[in-house]
C-alpha cells in the first residue's frame, strides 16, 4: 500500500521526466514537504539542499567506534515462541493504522510464506531486536577492549550524533537497529541457524518521520541463501506494533545435492572448542560478510539513509577468525586468537556512508532528485570524518558501502598497497594487491588486510576517497592520490575521511596470513537458460496493480493493492516491449528449480552507472563487455552485485537451488530502485506448498491477503 504522504510522490509521471517545473514547484510547498524551491536546490551541490553547517568541528578529532554487537540469546527466551507459519494471534490495531484488530506478525500467513526448513534446521540462536529512533545507547557491546577501539569506555553512554560538538539526533531523524549507535553487528557460524525477531517500534503516525521515511519495514539479509519469506521482500513489509520472524539457517549452497554425507573436510563450521563439525553442501560457497537493511517498496533509500542497516560475519572453517589455528583448513586471516572463532580484534568492520544535515544539525535528505541523493559530510561507522588507533601488524577490514546513490574509491594516502581479499563477502580465489580499490558501488562490500607493520609507532596514514561525484547518477571522475589530497571544490567528499594512528607494536606477535590459495569458485553445471536485462531511463508504467482506485485515495485500511510505482528508471528484459517501471506484483522471471542461467546486464546509456543486486544467491562474472578478458582479478570471484559502469554490460551465471519463494533484482542506487528501477523473480516449481505463479502479498495493519500476479511477462517461464 501506498499510504497517503507517498501518493504525491506516485503521481509525478510527467514532472519525472522533464524536470520540477512551476507546477510541481507549487504542489511541494503545498505539500509542505521542501522549505527551498527546486530552483533553489538544483543550485546547491552535491546534496540539492543547503550546505551542511560544521558547527567548529574539525577532521579526526573523534575516534571511530567498532560496531555494537548484538546480544545472542537462546530461542526459549522468545515470547511468544516462533513457529514455521506466521503467528496470526489478533491484537488491537492503533486507530491511525485503519483500527479494527491484526496479527502480532507482519509475515505473510500460509505455508508458501512459512520459514522453509524450519523443522531440519530449526533455530538455536536468537537475536530480539527493536527498529526505533533514536536515542542513548547505554549498553555499548564492542566485544573488543577499549585499546583496540581507540580508547572508547563501553560503559559511556554512547550518544546518537555524528560528533561530539553536533547535536543529537532526534527521534524521528534517525530510525537504527534498537535505536541507537554505533551500527550493529550479528555473529552467525555455518549451521547454527538464527532466529532474528525485529519488532517495528516506529510512530504510528507516518507523518512522524522529521520529513522523510516510512514506517513500515521489510529487512533484507543481503545475499542470504534461505527462502524468500526470511528475505525481506519489497513487498512483504510490516507495520508498527508488529513483529516478524526472519529465520537465517545459514548453510552452504548445495547441501541438498552436494557433499550430503558432509564428509569433505573443507566443508566445516568451527566448534567452541578449537575444532570443526563438517557440514553438508559445496564449501567453495562459503560466504562471509553480510549485511543486513530495509526493503521497503519505493522507501529503501529514505529508510536505510535514516539508519537501517547492519552488519553480519559469517564464520566457518575456513574463514573462521581465529589466526592462530593451524588445521589445515583455516585460513588464519587477521583477527585474534582468544576465542574459538569470531574474534574481533583485528578483524574490522568499516561502513562508509555520505550524509547531510540541517541548519540545527538533524539529518536531512533531498527526496526529489531522483537522480540520486549525495551527501556532503563523510561518515565512518555513522561518525563524521574520524580516527583509529592501530597496532603495528596486519589488519582486515570489511569496508561496506552504505551509501545511498555514491561510489566510493579508497587509497592510502602515501599509495602504499592494500590486499584485496573478498568481493561481496565471498573471499576470492586468489589475494589481490592494490594501491587503489576500484569503485565500489553500493552495497558492495570489499575486505581487504592492511599491514601496519611497514610503519613507525607514532606515524599516521589515511584512507583517501578518489572518487568525485557531484550527480547521483555516477561519479564524476577518479582523481589521482595526489588530487584528492589537494581536495575539490566540486565535491566534499573527495579526500581524507579515515586517519589511522599507529599507537603501538602488538603485544603478542602477529599470526595471521593472507594465503594463497583462498577459496575457489565453484564448479557451474551447464547453463540452460538464457535472459538479458537492461537498465534504463524513460520508463513505462504498464499495471497499477488491476485497481481502479486513484493512488490519491489510499487511506490506511482501505484496498491496497498498489504493488506498482512510477518513476524514471525501469528494466527491459530479453529485448521485447517496454522498458518497465517496478510492480512486485509482475513476474520478470521464474528459473526452474535446480537449473543453471546465464543473465546478462546492460546499461542502457553512458550517462549514468547502476550497482545491480539479485538478490538470494551470488553468480560468477562470464565476461564484460563481451569479454573474459574485461574482467578484472578483483571480480574472479563469487559476488550479488554487478556494477554496469556506464554503457557497459556483463554476463554471469547463477544456479536456482535449495530454496523457493519470490525474490527480487534491483538498482542498489536504492534512489533508482524507489523510483521503479526493480523487478520480482521467482522459484516456484519446486514442489509442495508453491504454487505456479506465486500469489502477491498484499500487507495491511489488520493482516495481509494475497491477490494474483498483475502481470507475467512472456519471458518469464
Known amino acids: 500500500m501506498h499510504p497517503p504522504s507517498e501518493t504525491p510522490r506516485a503521481t509525478f509521471p510527467g514532472i519525472l521526466r522533464t524536470g520540477l517545473g512551476t507546477a510541481a514547484s507549487a504542489l511541494i510547498v503545498g505539500l509542505g514537504l521542501a522549505t527551498l524551491s527546486p530552483a533553489a536546490l538544483a543550485d546547491s551541490v552535491p546534496t540539492g539542499l543547503p550546505p551542511s553547517p560544521t558547527f567548529g568541528i574539525q577532521k579526526f578529532t573523534q575516534p571511530m567506534p567498532r560496531f555494537d554487537v548484538l546480544q545472542r540469546q537462546?530461542?526459549?527466551?522468545?515470547?511468544?515462541?516462533?513457529?514455521?507459519?506466521?503467528?496470526?494471534?489478533?491484537?488491537?490495531?492503533?486507530?491511525?493504522?485503519?483500527?479494527?484488530?491484526?496479527?502480532?506478525?507482519?509475515?505473510?500467513?500460509?505455508?508458501?510464506?512459512?520459514?522453509?526448513?524450519?523443522?531440519?534446521?530449526?533455530?538455536?540462536?536468537?537475536y530480539d531486536v527493536t527498529m526505533e529512533g533514536a536515542k542513548t545507547n547505554l549498553a555499548y557491546n564492542p566485544q573488543v577492549p577499549a585499546t583496540l577501539n581507540s580508547g572508547i569506555n563501553p560503559a559511556t553512554p554512547f550518544h546518537f550524533r555524528f560528533h561530539?560538538?553536533?547535536?543529537?539526533?532526534?527521534?524521528?531523524?534517525?530510525?537504527?537497529?534498537?535505536?541507537?549507535?554505533?551500527?550493529?553487528l550479528v555473529l552467525g557460524r555455518y549451521q547454527e541457524p538464527i532466529l532474528f525477531r525485529e519488532h517495528n517500534k516506529l510512530p504510528v503516525d507516518e507523518n512522524a518521520n522529521g520529513g522523510f521515511g516510512m514506517h513500515t519495514i521489510s529487512t533484507h539479509e543481503h545475499n542470504g541463501h534461505h527462502g524468500a519469506e526470511n528475505d525481506g521482500f519489497t513487498g512483504a513489509y510490516f507495520f508498527p506494533g508488529q513483529f516478524y520472524d526472519y529465520h537465517w539457517p545459514i548453510v552452504l549452497a548445495g547441501f541438498r545435492t552436494i557433499n550430503t554425507g558432509a564428509t569433505d573436510p573443507q566443508a566445516a563450521t568451527p566448534d567452541d572448542n578449537g575444532g570443526k563439525t563438517n557440514i553438508p553442501g559445496d564449501w567453495h560457497e562459503t560466504m562471509s560478510t553480510h549485511w543486513f537493511h530495509d526493503h521497503m517498496f519505493s522507501f529503501t533509500s529514505q529508510n536505510v539513509y535514516k539508519g537501517m542497516a547492519a552488519m553480519f560475519n559469517i564464520y566457518s572453517a575456513k574463514d573462521r577468525g581465529n589466526e592462530a589455528i593451524n588445521d589445515g583448513v583455516n585460513l588464519r586471516l587477521p583477527s585474534g586468537t582468544a576465542k574459538s572463532y569470531g574474534n574481533l580484534d583485528y578483524d574490522v568492520n568499516i561502513v562508509l556512508a555520505d550524509k547531510a544535515w540541517d541548519a540545527k544539525g538533524q539529518l536531512a535528505f533531498n527526496k526529489f532528485d531522483f537522480d540520486g541523493f549525495l551527501g556532503d559530510r563523510m561518515t565512518v561507522n555513522l561518525v563524521d570524518n574520524p580516527y583509529f588507533e592501530v597496532e603495528a601488524r596486519k589488519y582486515r577490514f570489511r569496508i561496506l558501502n552504505g551509501a545511498v546513490s555514491r561510489f566510493f574509491k579508497v587509497a592510502l594516502s602515501d599509495g602504499s598497497p592494500m590486499i584485496f581479499i573478498a568481493n561481496d563477502g565471498n573471499l576470492l580465489p586468489h589475494p589481490v594487491p592494490l594501491t587503489e580499490l576500484d569503485e565500489q558501488g553500493i552495497a558492495e562490500r570489499y575486505d581487504i588486510v592492511i599491514d601496519f607493520s611497514r610503519y613507525a609507532v607514532g606515524s599516521t596514514v589515511s584512507m583517501v576517497n578518489l572518487a568525485q561525484q557531484t550527480n547521483g547518477k555516477r561519479p564524476d571522475k577518479d582523481l589521482s592520490i595526489q588530487e584528492a589530497l589537494a581536495g575539490s571544490n566540486a565535491d566534499p567528499v573527495v579526500g581524507k575521511f579515515l586517519e589511522f594512528r599507529i599507537v603501538r607494536k602488538p603485544a603478542v606477535a602477529d599470526q595471521s596470513k593472507v594465503p594463497d590459495p583462498m577459496i575457489p569458485n565453484p564448479v557451474l553445471p551447464a547453463v540452460t537458460r538464457s535472459r538479458t536485462f537492461e537498465w534504463n531511463s524513460g520508463a513505462n508504467q504498464t499495471t497499477l496493480a488491476n485497481n481502479s482506485e486513484p493512488l490519491v485515495a489510499k487511506k490506511p485500511g482501505s484496498r491496497a493493492e498498489v504493488t506498482a510505482f512510477i518513476g524514471p528508471w525501469g528494466v527491459k528484459t530479453d529485448n521485447q516491449g517496454d522498458t518497465l517501471d517496478a510492480d512486485f506484483g509482475r513476474i520478470t522471471a521464474a528459473p526452474h528449480a535446480g537449473s543453471t542461467e546465464q543473465w546478462t546486464l546492460k546499461n542502457g546509456g553512458g550517462g549514468w552507472d547502476h550497482p545491480i543486486h539479485i538478490h538470494f544467491e551470488e553468480g560468477q562474472i562470464l565476461s564484460r563487455n563481451g569479454s573474459a578478458s574485461n574482467v578484472p582479478a578483483w571480480e574472479k570471484g563469487r559476488k550479488d552485485v554487478y556494477r554496469l559502469r556506464p554503457s557497459g554490460s556483463l554476463t554471469l551465471a547463477m544456479q536456482f537451488r535449495d530454496w523457493g519463494g519470490m525474490f527480487m533484482e534491483h538498482c542498489h542506487?536504492?534512489?533508482?530502485?524507489?523510483?521503479?528501477?526493480?523487478?520480482?523473480?521467482?522459484?516456484?516449481?519446486?514442489?509442495?506448498?508453491?504454487?505456479?505463479?506465486?500469489?502477491?502479498?498484499?500487507?495491511?495493519?489488520q493482516g495481509v491477503t494475497f491477490v494474483p500476479p498483475d502481470d507475467i511477462l512472456p519471458t518469464a517461464f
Open 74 to 126: 537462546a530461542v526459549s527466551t522468545l515470547n511468544p515462541p516462533p513457529t514455521a507459519e506466521s503467528n496470526q494471534t489478533q491484537q488491537p490495531v492503533d486507530p491511525a493504522l485503519g483500527g479494527g484488530t491484526g496479527p502480532i506478525e507482519g509475515r505473510p500467513p500460509g505455508p508458501i510464506w512459512a520459514h522453509q526448513g524450519f523443522d531440519t534446521n530449526p533455530p538455536k540462536v536468537a
Open 164 to 184: 561530539p560538538n553536533l547535536p543529537d539526533q532526534g527521534p524521528l531523524a534517525m530510525w537504527t537497529f534498537q535505536g541507537t549507535l554505533p551500527p550493529k
Open 669 to 701: 542506487n536504492t534512489v533508482h530502485e524507489d523510483n521503479a528501477m526493480l523487478m520480482r523473480w521467482e522459484l516456484d516449481d519446486g514442489g509442495a506448498p508453491f504454487l505456479r505463479p506465486l500469489p502477491t502479498p498484499i500487507p495491511t495493519a
